[in-house]
């Protein structure tokens, strides 16, 4: 693994976590809700490459945890009271792809738990209102589910490093990584500049996420500054 291939995999877990901090302004704009999702299912093909490859103690009981255990039965409930809206919304197609009972969660690799979790709490929140009128979804539930998805996918940071590591080591891996890259670049990208006038703090926050972190990235991000330029580097000057 190269220090450019390094970069990007922390950039991903930057933008992920970004995705998750300001989730009530990503679901209000449909589009990119759907830009976002396509994003964190292909971060969670890479993961779980990582996970198949890397190493097995790392990260992989976060779920069994008591923290995890909550986390789990908090997502049974509201994957099942979203499961009736769907349903009573005639989307059956999204109700059928939920996950809904403990041993769905439980048996996922914890990395791809994390990002169910996010998803699964973005979802919620953004159909909050109806979940509060009649599913038994309080506030205080929403508040705790919200505030356990991003503690478990923070957990993750410590043997992230070592997971990364792995992640990349096959073909599949590298060009999963590869895909991803040009997906950052060419889709999401293209989708935060439909936040740029509503929802400014998450369009500044997931620009800013989304810039490479090494040495190649900083220096031409000075060089562009020094000539007045305002694209960035990393995105036209760098491999996807």
């Known amino acids: 693994m190269n220090k450019d291939q390094l970069a990007r995999l922390q950039r991903h877990r930057k933008v992920k976590q970004t995705l998750a901090d300001h989730a009530t302004a990503v679901a209000d704009v449909p589009a990119f809700a759907g830009l976002a999702a396509q994003y964190l299912a292909q971060l969670g093909l890479l993961d779980n490459a990582g996970r198949k490859a890397g190493p097995a103690a790392a990260g992989a009981t976060l779920s069994k945890t008591t923290a995890g255990t ?21 989307d059956l197609t999204a109700a059928a792809q939920l996950h809904r009972r403990d041993s769905d969660y439980t048996t996922m690799p914890d990395l791809e738990l994390a990002t169910e979790a996010i998803d699964l709490n973005r979802r919620v929140q953004a159909r909050q209102a109806d979940l509060k009128k009649g599913y038994n979804v309080q506030a205080d539930f929403l508040t705790a589910l919200a505030a356990d998805a991003k503690s478990f996918d923070t957990q993750l940071t410590a043997p992230q490093l070592a997971i990364d590591a792995a992640k990349i080591k096959g073909a599949t891996a590298r060009v999963t990584l590869s895909t991803l890259n040009v997906f950052l670049r060419d889709d999401l990208r293209a989708g935060m500049e439909l936040l740029k006038d509503t929802h400014r703090a998450a369009y500044d926050a997931l620009r800013e996420a989304s810039q490479v972190d090494d040495a190649r990235y900083r220096k031409g991000k000075a060089k562009q500054a020094g000539k ?3 694209e960035d580097a990393d995105m036209r000057s760098l491999p996807g």
């Open 70 to 90: 909550a986390l789990v039965a908090r997502l049974v409930k509201a994957a099942n009271a979203l499961y009736l809206l769907y349903k009573a919304d005639g």
């Open 228 to 230: 007045g330029g305002t």
